[in-house]
């Protein structure tokens, strides 16, 4: 490994080798040594600079080395670095020259006790439910007689046959669009949300089932990607996912408004079986008919209650009660008005007595009369009242009478 370390020349002070020269030997040896090698640690200091690279400390209780992870194997890595995460790096041990400092370039991470797509699942799980996509406040529910249904998904798979199949059995008259994509692969997760945010612009799509048969959990990862995540979110239409089988759980499933364990049990959901939905017609029309019939037989029951009414089965005897009855009341009003007058006439004779017998007129016709002086119509009272000369009325019953005075006589006793 190093028999140059053990050469005599190079111990010797005159043989003394430059930094450079030390560092390039260094250099030779070290990376021919750790062409490939696996590194446990913990993660510190990770910082990812603009230029995509991400740098690193891999430390345990006794040492530390410097790592650097290319921009594209970042860009393949599943899950977040961050610290304290504790991983298994795979890569050449490289010595930077400048500084005289080793460092592992990692071409290859793992997290330490799981799976990264394991991780990646965990830690994208966690972003999302924070941020409140799988709230069950956001679920639509789905339209009962979608007008038109969109399969997005790869149209040669046994998925997309097994929908056809069932969706047709079901409902024969469905209206269905199927949007091709890759469901596997690099390009299937941004290809699926592409797909997801131009469904709604189909015509007449009111739902979307989105998905794939069963597979490996890598097969399946793009429904595992936080863009496909986010455009089912967005979706401006109800989502069905229906990937892989019973067993197997996606961020897609737990994002859309409903998950199907399989893309057969997606084509149930998404549609009614005809000879339930007839059956329900039927039960309904029975229902109706009853109900009218019904109705029907109670407003038979209130006409022949009506009818049986003496006012309309014997109309004429009503007439004719109804008449007797006018005729006792005009008699009895005949009465009570003759009886009124006859106590008013009563009264105006009773009134009228006592009138007369106040008049002055009665006096009169008793022998006594009224005069005045006929020039002011003053009534005479005393003899002081008049003079000889003066023209007086005498008024009497049945008339009066005028004369001159032409001697007053005083009664001296009347003093």
Not at 61 to 66: F, M, T, V, Y
Not at 137 to 147: E, I, M, Q
Not at 202 to 230: K, Q, T, Y
Not at 395 to 404: A, D, H, K, N, T
Request: with cysteine; charged share 25%; proline share 4%.
């Amino acid at each position: 490994m190093g028999s140059w370390f053990l050469s005599t020349d190079i111990e010797s002070p005159t043989k003394a080798l430059t930094v450079t020269q030390l560092t390039a030997k260094l250099k030779g040896v070290m990376e021919n040594t750790f062409r490939f090698v696996w590194v446990s640690g913990e993660i510190s200091n990770c910082k990812q600079a603009s230029s995509g690279h991400v740098y690193f400390t891999l430390k345990d209780e006794g040492a530390q080395i410097a790592a650097i992870l290319w921009r594209s194997a970042a860009q393949r890595l599943r899950f977040q670095l961050k610290d304290g995460l504790k991983v298994l790096a795979a890569g050449p041990i490289q010595l930077y020259e400048t500084r005289g400092q080793y460092q592992l370039i990692a071409e290859q991470l793992e997290p330490q006790g799981i799976g990264a797509l394991e991780l990646a699942f965990r830690q994208l799980h966690r972003k999302l439910d924070s941020e409140g996509l799988f709230d069950l406040d956001h679920k639509r529910p789905l339209p009962l007689f979608p007008r038109r249904i969109a399969l997005i998904t790869s149209p040669s798979s046994a998925a997309v046959r097994d929908m056809l199949q069932v969706i047709t059995r079901r409902w024969p008259r469905a209206n269905i669009v199927i949007v091709p994509v890759p469901v596997q692969g690099a390009d299937a997760a941004p290809q699926i949300a592409k797909a997801l945010g131009q469904v709604h612009q189909i015509p007449h799509v009111e739902v979307v089932i989105c998905g794939r048969g069963g597979g490996s959990l890598e097969d399946l990862w793009a429904f595992n990607e936080e863009v496909v995540a986010r455009a089912i979110y967005q979706c401006a239409v109800p989502v069905i996912s229906a990937v892989g089988h019973e067993i197997d759980l996606t961020i897609a499933d737990l994002v859309a408004d409903r998950r199907a364990l399989t893309p057969s049990e997606a084509a149930e959901l998404v549609v009614p079986l005809e000879s339930d939905v007839r059956a329900l017609l039927e039960q309904s029309r029975h229902r109706l008919t009853s109900a009218l019939q019904y109705q029907a037989q109670r407003a038979r029951f209130q006409i022949e209650r009506i009818q049986q009414r003496p006012a309309l089965s014997r109309p004429l005897d009503r007439i004719h009660q109804l008449q007797s009855e006018v005729d006792d009341l005009e008699e009895r009003m005949r009465v009570a008005v003759t009886r009124r007058l006859e106590s008013r006439r009563q009264q105006i004779g009773t009134i009228t007595a006592s009138l007369n017998a106040l008049s002055p007129l009665a006096v009169l016709e008793r022998g006594y009369s009224l005069t005045k002086r006929l020039v002011d119509e003053t009534l005479i009272r005393d003899l002081h009242d008049i003079k000889i000369g003066d023209r007086i009325s005498t008024l009497v019953s049945r008339g009066s009478l005028i004369s001159e005075v032409i001697q007053i006589d005083v009664d001296d006793d009347a003093d």
